[in-house]
């Protein structure tokens, strides 16, 4: 019988500080080195402008999501652990600028409302920042125990402030595009010598 796989930990991702995107990438592969844990997916990586002080760099954020065994309070140790690692010291300032943040916002149907732990995490419902990466790799159906859905929770919240760090790259109508190609290598249809026409 295969192993349990444990439940599903979505994790949000956040830095302002320090090369903010190259602190997120970094800390995604850490994740998947957790113990008793599987990384399972990773949402794209968005710029995003800060909630709180408005006198720090925007954001980079992104949410990832591992099949865990560890139980809640080994998780959040866990987490803390790779926030130090990069650089991470208590300054006494809520929602300042920061190397590294990790939190839990959502540990299966897990309810907790403990001190120092609160899942799922208690400001989720309203940040973007949040939500939208949440939604790229979550469950269009997903529940969030005490919030209700995030189909309707994403429909409540304002996106501006929010945008993806990698625009895609400008993608043309793939017909045209296959046409204007073929017309490069034979040239434009009009100049193209018919077949009967060579000698
Ligand atoms: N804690 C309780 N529940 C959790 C949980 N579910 N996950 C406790 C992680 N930690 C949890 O957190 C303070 C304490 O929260 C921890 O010791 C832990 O026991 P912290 O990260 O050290 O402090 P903080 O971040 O300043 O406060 P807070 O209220 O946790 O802030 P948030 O919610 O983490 O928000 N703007 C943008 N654009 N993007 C961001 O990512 N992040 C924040 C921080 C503010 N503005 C932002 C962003
Ligand atoms: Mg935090």
New binding site residues.
Partial sequence: MPADPGALAYI?V???LDGPEGQVRLAIAELGLLPASRLLAVSPLYL?????PVDQP??V?AVAVLATRLVPRAL?AA??GI?QVHG?R?DG????P?PL?????LLGEAL?EEP????????MAY?A??LVPLADIAPVELHIPGLGALADLLAACPRD??RPLEAPPACEDPASLAESRLSRRQGRPQDRIPSAAIH
């Fill in positions: 949000g956040g830095s302002n995003t402008s800060p909630l709180g925007d954001f954020n959040l987490l803390q926030e991470r208590p300032r809520r929602w300042g920061r943040d990790l939190d839990i916002l907790i120092g732990l609160k899942v799922p995490h208690p400001e940040r920042f949040v402030g929010i």
